[in-house]
Nanobody, 123 residues
Framework: VQLQASGGGLVQAGGSLRLTCTISGRPLRPVVMGWFRQVPGKEREFVAAIAWNPAITKYTDSVKGRFTISRDTAKKTLLLQMSSLYDDDTAVYYC?????????????????WGQGTLVTVSS
């Protein structure tokens, strides 16, 4: 299984950006997909996840109401729509997958990782 994250870039504070994670290789079923982010000198932190049942999602408190995670099973893509971005959202964003039905927020609970895409929010 390979994950490829893309869509990062430079955006002004208050702006929007959409991240995409493309999934290839043998299909994972069931699968939980998540987004994490990391800034230099800090641990990788949970951002959002979507369960095998796509109606079930979870967000870290700081992005609730601003970020939306979704999944297109047919296209094998995971999306993260980010809006109202501000400085603290600047980070390298990683997509991840785990073969399970239950959402998890720990990095050690995910088995597959993409390479990361940099999001920079300028004020």
């Amino acid at each position: 299984v390979q994950l490829q994250a893309s869509g990062g870039g430079l955006v002004q504070a208050g702006g929007s950006l959409r991240l995409t994670c493309t999934i290839s290789g043998r299909p994972l079923r069931p699968v939980v997909m998540g987004w994490f982010r990391q800034v230099p000198g800090k641990e990788r932190e949970f951002v959002a996840a979507i369960a095998w049942n796509p109606a079930i999602t979870k967000y870290t408190d700081s992005v609730k109401g601003r970020f939306t995670i979704s999944r297109d099973t047919a296209k094998k893509t995971l999306l993260l729509q980010m809006s109202s971005l501000y400085d603290d959202d600047t980070a390298v964003y990683y997509c991840a997958a785990r073969r399970d039905t239950a959402i998890a927020t720990g990095t050690d609970q995910y088995n597959y990782w993409g390479q990361g895409t940099l999001v920079t929010v300028s004020s």
